[in-house]
């Protein structure tokens, strides 16, 4: 009898262990995801994927995000299409350069983060709302050739009747990092330049903010979460909570004052003047540059493929069916309050 009850007891013992080697506990704990995401860059232009991190929507998912910073939208695809990350967070228009180089795993679009572009021209002397003739035989400093930012430039330009090719001296063989500096020595009567960098200028006297790009090109998939088809294939479920989580920290976005959320992306510019942060997203928030949900638009799209051709850089024009996939957008629209 008491060899029966030993037995029972050394059964129920190895029960629970196993219980707890393949469920990891009995308690119900879930296991969460790793998703490496690749930034282009480190930007207030950003806010909602900073928002979703600190206040944890990717978590609520069962996300556990590797953020990292890659320099660059060839670098940051490279490191996409090389599998060294999941999700990049780039411009639209790299997915149509890998799309026109033919890949047999093309970059997907499936979360839009911000829908016009985050550039802003300063100028040396002037202040207030410019008359863009002003620019007509002046030097101007601009983004790098092939990118969104210098693309969208160009197009606001041509909107308000300036030849970028003939009407200014254009410079544009300047790295990203370095634009700043480069003005600031001298080079250029105007210069195009994200936030924060326009807000510390006019702060430090250095130049004023005369025009906002972004109004002027209108809306655009100008930052979008993409990956490449095969890892959305296999990966579905978890792309969907990624989708979720973004929708979460756009909605958070809307609701909250620049103040807010200045505040909630702090720890990710840790030496930066809290009053710049907020001046920036204040900016942005104004001019409605952070998408309120993830989907892509066919109107945006066009817009995109319309300032790509114009800048000489669309071989064909490439549907958004071919390479944005707004189901997951879309789900998330509908299901997160």
Not at 81 to 99: F, H, N, P, Q, R
Not at 233 to 255: E, M
Request: charged share 25%; aromatic share 10%.
């Amino acid at each position: 009898m008491l060899k029966n009850k030993r037995g029972l007891w050394i059964i129920g013992l190895l029960t629970l262990v196993l219980c707890g080697m393949i469920f990891s506990g009995c308690s119900g704990s879930k296991s969460t995801v790793k998703v490496k995401v690749g930034e282009v860059t480190r930007s207030v232009f950003y806010a909602p994927e900073y928002v979703a991190l600190e206040k944890g929507f990717f978590k609520e998912e069962g996300l556990d995000v590797d953020l990292q910073t890659i320099p660059g939208g060839d670098k940051t695809m490279t490191a996409l299409l090389s599998g060294a990350i999941d999700v990049a967070l780039v411009g639209s228009e790299t997915s149509i350069y890998v799309y026109q180089q033919g890949s047999d795993d093309p970059v997907i679009n499936f979360g839009q983060v911000t829908q016009t572009d985050g550039t802003f021209l300063v100028a040396r002397n002037e202040t207030g709302s410019i008359d863009w003739n002003k620019l007509k035989g002046s030097t101007f400093l601009g983004q790098r050739k092939g990118g969104m930012p210098q693309m969208a430039g160009e197009f606001a330009l041509r909107k308000h009747g300036i030849d970028p090719q003939k009407d200014i001296k254009l410079i544009q063989n300047i790295d990203f990092a370095n634009i700043a500096s480069a003005y600031l020595s001298g080079t250029g009567d105007y210069v195009q330049l994200f936030e924060p960098q326009a807000s510390i200028f006019e702060k430090e006297g250095k130049g004023h903010v005369v025009a906002s790009f972004g109004e002027a090109s209108g809306h655009l998939p100008y930052t979008v979460f993409m990956s490449k088809q095969s890892y959305i294939k296999k990966n579905k479920d978890t792309v969907q909570k990624f989708t979720n989580a973004l929708q979460k920290a756009q909605n958070w976005v809307q609701q909250h004052s620049p103040e807010d959320i200045a505040d909630a992306i702090l720890p990710y510019f840790k030496d930066a003047d809290r009053n710049i942060v907020i001046s920036a997203v204040k900016r942005y928030k104004e001019q409605g540059t952070y998408a309120t949900d993830p989907i892509v638009d066919d109107a945006e799209w066009n817009n995109l493929l319309d300032v790509m051709s114009q800048a000489g850089e669309l071989k064909e024009k490439v549907p958004a069916s071919a390479i944005v996939d707004n189901s997951f957008a879309e789900k998330a629209k509908s299901s997160v309050k």
